[in-house]
């Protein structure tokens, strides 16, 4: 015990030297894995835009997929003093009320992203009312618009069963789902709307099954579905959507089929994001359609919130695009499909 | 003394205290080092003891979840018809691939009531007020909500429920929940590697108790709820030392303390510190001691030799001769140095005591020699004249008695004489000369009885008594010269008195300084009787003179009794 102390005593210098040297303000940020293209692309954004206004030299920590890892990067980060105010998209939502609690401990405001926290722990008492808040995408606009873009080309309702997208000429949608995660609010949400959006027609879910927003677990999940009659996909993220056209243009490969026949040959596709790659799978007509997850828009509104939280501006108020809902902060984006 | 003592002082503390301060800096280090080594080792290996169960907990919780996912794909997919016996062999198909799941069973969101459950169990259906899974199920239909764990008499078990939904009607929404059994990943961990009292503690997000193998946790809770999540920290419980490591369990809102027992870190660092303390304080304790003894063996014999030094003062110069000094080779050098030099110094002072001796025999027998021809003229003419006028018997009688007075004065050629031999000398003295001065004088002798057993050193009387003839008598009086002798305390006492012209005070003054001064001679007599009892009797014996004008002149010579004990040996 002494010799803890004779360290800590060597220590305090050291440690107030460092304090005041990090005096400005600095913005910690944690992804839950930067291996995911469009959370590498959201931090990327965030980082541009806190240049500008708390420039600091932020270097997105990267999770790696583990929450035990994430917990010990912020709490090392936040017992180290050095954190003014912390944007965190988590790994799992539900360790949120921890990081709030700790966040709470050391009175560092948090603006979650993408992984919306619990709203009984984001508003789980005065102080994380305050200082704790959510942006993300509109999981409900996605998926309504998502069943927006399908509706478009399937046709309305009485329409479909005379269309060629009804290959088994039944009147029902035979729909497989690429679910990004289970618990994912966008996971959830963008299902629930994009089926209640299609409620009206007879649909037949063949498949769902949740695919991590990854690309290769949709191609597995595709490969899997083949012999099968699918009349069409909606998958939660354009990874999977991406996943599951390498899966098709691999079995078109395979049998000779020329890839200027995908869009006639198979079924309609519906990605969400607006990556680049997702974006370019549209032009070419491979993906029928895809919703911005407007990041770049999120980002504005992060870093309005923080200059909010830390330099007490004005709490930022926006037009319809984003929807607030208590401490969330829903960022609706535009629906992308192949110029006619 | 003082200078031995300083040498040991000078030598002995500082280098026992530099050297105790380097030792005690060693220590130190070493307890620093060998403190946060260990720690930071522990720390390390409980910290992967920590990350490991957490990872054995999020292995399961991914296992729980798949099962969770599965049906919920399954359910989304599902034909409405059949879904009753559908959903019941599915149930009883997981049931045997998953050995840790209890029970499975699916209700309706709408009533509660049961739609489906695996073959083995028989659900009541739930209740849409009271029961707690089925309620927060329906309120966060996004998540899996995780029941209390539940400890049965052979299981621990914890209850999933998850709210389904179906898109195409939403009256047809459902709730499963299934029963998994916890014991298996309770015991995939032994506390055993958790150390005595180690244990895990699982809390849900307000800090309830979930699972605990103790019933109170009210003291590890403060801690808990201190260190939130992710980091460690070591706490003291219940008397013992651990290492707390605080997390959330992925996929649950569950909080995941471990405590991991670090008494054996604690009392390695403290015996590590006690032992090399010990051999600290020996190393410097023994330094010390064998410091000592060299430097004893430096200051001893220097002591020694200065205690020999010493004796110089008491002008003993053979007390080197009586020790024998070891001790390094200059002290020895020094030492033997040192006996030469004082045994050449004895030999000096030897030579130097002999040799005085000698000069003082020769001294005195020139002493005594001087008096005899001056007396022997005198008297042989006396004796010349009385035989010219014809008084043989005269004659005779004087021949007889400086045939005495001389043989007396010869005594064999000894020094010194009886007593009463030195008193029938000076008689025999006073005989003659009372003839040759034709009976001018009378004289007494009177010699105190008891003193036949001393001896004195010859002719003291006769020079006296030759000056109170020569100086003391007047003329035409009849001078009286007595002579008594006594014992006077330790002294004997020779008093020769005469009652002639005497001398006057600074004649008298003048007198007893020529005594003393070697380069008078005058009273040649006195001087020579005073220089000759100084030389054999030392400073004791004196001579002393004490003298009237026109009364006459006593001269008293003292003598120190226990030197008179014995003749010339």
């Not at chain 1, 269309?163 to 035979?174: L, P, T």
């Not at chain 2, 009378?442 to 003839?469: D, W």
Request: proline share 3%; hydrophobic share 40%.
């Amino acid at each position: 015990m002494a010799k803890n102390r004779i360290r800590i005593l060597a220590l305090l210098p050291l440690l107030s030297v460092a304090s005041c040297s990090s005096k400005g303000t600095y913005v910690g940020l944690y992804v839950y894995d930067v291996s995911d293209v469009f959370m590498s692309s959201f931090q990327s954004e965030i980082v541009k835009d806190l240049e500008d206004v708390y420039p600091s030299d932020t270097v997105a920590q990267d999770g790696a997929g583990s929450q035990a890892t994430q917990n010990a990067q912020f709490v090392k980060d936040l017992d180290s003093g050095k954190v003014t105010a912390a944007v965190v998209n988590t790994v799992d939502r539900l360790a949120s009320s921890a990081l709030i609690e700790k966040a709470e401990s050391k009175q560092v405001p948090l603006v979650f992203i993408n992984r919306e926290p619990l709203q009984e722990d984001l508003r789980k008492d005065a102080w994380s009312i305050e200082h704790c808040f959510y942006v993300g995408g509109n999981p409900a606009v996605e998926g309504a618009e998502q069943a927006e873009i399908a509706r478009s080309i399937l046709g309305s309702p009485s329409e479909f069963a005379a269309s060629v997208y009804d290959k088994n000429h039944d009147g029902k949608i035979q729909l497989a789902i690429l679910k990004g995660e289970q618990g994912h609010q966008d996971s959830e949400g963008r299902t629930t709307n994009a089926l209640e959006g299609l409620s009206d027609y007879q649909v037949d879910t063949v498949k769902s099954v949740y695919c991590n927003w990854s690309l290769s677990q949709a191609y597995a999940a595709t490969k899997a579905l083949s012999g099968e009659n699918i009349e069409l996909m909606i998958a939660n993220n354009d990874a999977m959507a991406l996943g599951a056209i390498q899966a098709l243009q691999e079995a078109d490969a395979a049998a000779g089929v020329p890839l200027s026949t995908f869009s006639l040959r198979h079924y309609p596709i519906i990605g969400c994001d607006g990556t680049t790659e997702g974006r370019k799978a549209v032009r070419y007509g491979y993906m029928t359609g895809t919703v911005l997850n407007d990041y770049v828009s999120q980002s504005k509104v992060v870093v309005d919130l923080l200059r909010y939280l830390i330099s007490n501006e004005a709490i930022p108020t926006y037009d319809s695009t984003v929807e607030v809902k208590g401490n969330a902060y829903y960022v609706a984006g535009p629906k992308i499909v192949a110029e006619p | 003394m003082r200078k031995t003592r300083s040498i040991r002082k000078m030598l002995v503390v500082p280098s026992s205290f530099s050297f105790a301060l380097l030792v005690v800096m060693m220590v130190l280090t070493a307890s620093i080092l060998y403190g946060s080594n260990i720690t930071s080792h522990s720390d390390a290996q409980m910290l992967a003891t920590s990350e490991q169960v957490l990872a054995n907990y999020d292995t399961y919780f991914k296992s729980v979840l798949i099962t969770s996912s599965e049906i919920a794909s399954r359910y989304e997919s599902a034909p409405l018809s059949d879904r009753e016996s559908a959903f019941q062999s599915y149930f009883d198909t997981v049931m045997s691939l998953k050995s840790e799941i209890l029970d499975m069973s699916l209700y309706s969101a709408t009533d509660g009531s049961v739609i489906a459950h695996n073959t083995a169990s028989e659900p009541s259906g739930a209740s849409l007020t009271d029961d707690q899974w089925f309620l927060s199920a329906k309120d966060n239909q996004q998540i899996n909500v995780f029941s209390h764990l539940e400890k049965t008499s052979e299981d621990y078990r914890f209850g999933l429920s998850k709210y389904l939904a179906y898109a195409p009607d939403s009256s047809f929404d459902a709730v499963v929940k299934v029963d998994f059994d916890f014991t298996a990943i309770v015991n995939i961990i032994p506390e055993s590697t958790l150390g005595v009292g180690g244990r895990f503690i699982l809390y849900d997000k307000d800090y309830n108790l979930v699972y605990s193998p103790n019933n109170d946790e009210t003291e590890a809770l403060g801690y808990v709820q201190k260190l939130v999540i992710g980091s460690s920290n070591a706490v003291k419980l219940n008397g013992h030392a651990y290492y707390l490591y605080a997390t959330t369990v992925a996929n649950t809102t569950w909080r995941l303390a471990i405590f991991q027992n670090r008494d054996s870190v604690v009392s390695a660092l403290t015996s590590f510190s006690v032992v090399i303390s010990c051999v600290g304080l020996g190393v410097v304790v023994s330094y010390s001691f064998i410091l000592l003894g060299t430097v004893n063996r430096i200051s001893k014999p220097i002591e020694g030799l200065s205690q020999e030094m010493a004796m110089i003062e008491s002008l003993n110069y053979k007390a080197t001769l009586h020790s024998e000094i070891k001790g390094s080779s200059e002290v020895v050098e020094l030492n033997r140095s040192f006996n030469q030099m004082m045994s050449r110094m004895g030999e000096l002072t030897d030579d130097l005591v002999s040799e005085k001796e000698e000069q003082r025999k020769s001294e005195l027998k020139a002493l005594q020699n001087q008096i005899n021809p001056h007396f022997l003229y005198n008297t042989l003419d006396s004796i010349i004249a009385l035989v010219d006028k014809g008084e043989n018997v005269k004659a005779e009688a004087m021949i007889v008695a400086l045939s005495k007075f001389f043989r007396l004065s010869i005594s064999s050629g000894h020094n010194v004489i009886p007593l009463l031999n030195e008193i029938e000398h000076a008689r025999n003295y006073l005989l003659i000369q009372k003839m040759r001065f034709g009976d001018s004088f009378a004289f007494e002798i009177n010699v105190a009885p008891g003193l036949e057993k001393y001896f004195v050193v010859k002719l003291i009387l006769q020079p006296i008594v030759e000056n109170s003839i020569g100086h003391g008598l007047k003329e035409g009086e009849t001078g009286i010269i007595k002579i008594k002798a006594d014992e006077e305390g330790d002294y004997l006492r020779f008093l020769i008195e005469d009652n002639g012209y005497g001398m006057t005070p600074s004649k008298v003054e003048e007198l007893r300084r020529s005594l003393s001064d070697e380069t008078v001679y005058k009273g040649v007599g006195l001087k020579n009787v005073f220089q000759r009892i100084r030389i054999y009797y030392g400073p004791l014996a004196d001579v002393q003179v004490e003298s009237e004008e026109d009364v006459g002149t006593k001269v008293t010579i003292l003598i120190p009794k226990k030197e008179a004990l014995h003749g010339e040996e």
